[in-house]
């Protein structure tokens, strides 16, 4: 019968070999290459493996050889963050604004925008794209279609077209005010569909 010891080595806790007197019990196949692939390696190594990262879901065209793209500090902290509770629409506006104001020469502005939206996605969103598998996004548009699938569902968009339809001036409030609001619908959903 096996049981767990202490390694001359390094003080891990190996599986001992069953002893020689004692009949092995039949197992089934499966538990016996299980058997085998743990034989040597610690409960650590078997329980926590080493760190696997996964390919990222962008597939970005080679820079090419000269090309190199460095993100300097200040790009990152004037790019906006978003976790899920932003509006998409305004996210997207106000990303591709600060994607425009940096310069990365010999790189397209597409390239530049799939290279950085993982550094702004946080929460649910970061997890969202992690989920997506290798290679599936290939250009910036696909990504964008995708994101607002997700973060900006036929549900939103329903409502605040109707909210934008049955738009009213309230009692005592200034047509100013009144106009504000309703613009703010109207920027909420680009498509609204309004001339």
Known sequence: ???WVRGPKNNKLVRSKPHPKLKPDPKPQLELKVQ?????????DIFYPPEVSLPSCFTI???GLNVTFKLRPHYSQTLPKFASL???????????????????PNI????????LIPFVLKDSGKCWVHGLAA???TSWNDFVTLFLRKYFPNAKIVKIRNEI????????ESFFKYFGRFKNLLVQCPHHGLD
Do not use: T
């Open 1 to 3: 019968m096996s049981g």
């Open 36 to 44: 085998e692939m743990a034989q040597g390696k610690s409960l650590s």
């Open 61 to 63: 065209p080679n820079l």
């Open 86 to 104: 932003e509006n998409a629409y305004l996210f997207f506006r106000e990303f591709e604004e600060v994607c425009s104001m940096m310069h990365f």
């Open 108 to 115: 397209s502005i597409d390239v530049v925008r799939m290279k």
């Open 135 to 137: 290679n599936y996004v």
């Open 165 to 172: 339809n049955q738009s009213m001036q309230l009692d005592r």
